[in-house]
């Protein structure tokens, strides 16, 4: 019996969870005529980790990558309330990114690398046609060498997001720590993460995604149909 097709993440109240509101807590919730900037930053970081533990109840899937963005969720709890100052959110946007890059790379030659979690999984591949092909062929050693290229172009891109990271908090965090003010810096700063970052990060990610494929149709003789897993046909 086939196994149920994982339930698709909701992007809309992603964004939502994720971005506007989180955003609108930072910048308007924690000014001292409301809820002030310790509960109003709470507040914010309330929205992403609910959301995170609601898709999670809800998909029933989750990965290294999703266990580091609720990490530096509780992190940055922390941070605000120890009134920690702009340079330890600093480290610490940038440490994150930085943790599964390496991990990207250290991984590599483990029996399950991080990039076959993220990249080469049953949900997304057709993981046995594929490996069939590659034995038919005896492309196994250069599939071994895209997986390995694959892992390092990956891992740069998560070391240039933390780069990146790192040098957005230390320009935008000047104000003292525990006051509205920050608080309305670490919103400003949650929004351009986004095309500064995010964006550019995801960008980084699909060409490796699509330069690991060109590699896979040309390994296997496989076309992107047969590589992805095909859609489950319709009962009449």
């Given at each position: ?72 969720i ?21 440490a994150l990114?930085l ?61 240039v ?35 500064v970052?995010?964006?550019?990060s995801m ?34």
């Open positions: 019996m086939p196994s149920a097709k994982p339930k698709q993440e909701n992007l809309l109240l992603n964004l939502v969870c994720n971005l506007a509101l989180p955003t609108y807590a930072f910048m308007q919730l924690s000014r001292d005529n409301r809820l002030g900037p310790l509960w109003g930053g709470l507040v914010a970081l309330s929205f992403p980790l609910s959301y995170g533990v609601y898709d999670f109840i809800r998909r029933r899937k989750t990965n290294f990558v999703s266990v580091i963005g609720i990490v530096s509780l992190l940055s709890g922390g941070l605000l309330v120890g009134q920690a100052g702009g340079f330890w959110f600093a480290i610490k946007d940038g990114p943790v599964i890059g390496v991990t990207v790379i250290a991984t590599v030659r483990a029996k399950n690398p991080l990039v076959r979690e993220l990249f080469f999984n049953e949900q997304i591949v057709d993981v046995a046609r594929v490996d069939a092909a590659l034995a038919e062929r005896g492309q196994r050693e250069a599939f071994d060498q895209l997986m390995l290229r694959t892992s390092l172009w990956l891992g740069a891109a998560f070391v997001s933390a780069v990146l990271n790192f040098l957005l908090a230390r320009h935008l965090l000047k104000s003292p720590p525990g006051t509205p003010e920050f608080n309305a810096e670490l919103g400003r700063m949650h929004v351009l993460s986004w095309p970052i995010v964006v550019p960008i980084a990610m699909m060409l490796v995604f699509w330069r690991l494929l060109a590699g896979l149709k040309t390994l296997t003789g496989l076309t992107l149909d047969d590589i992805f897993h095909a859609p489950e046909e319709k009962k009449g």
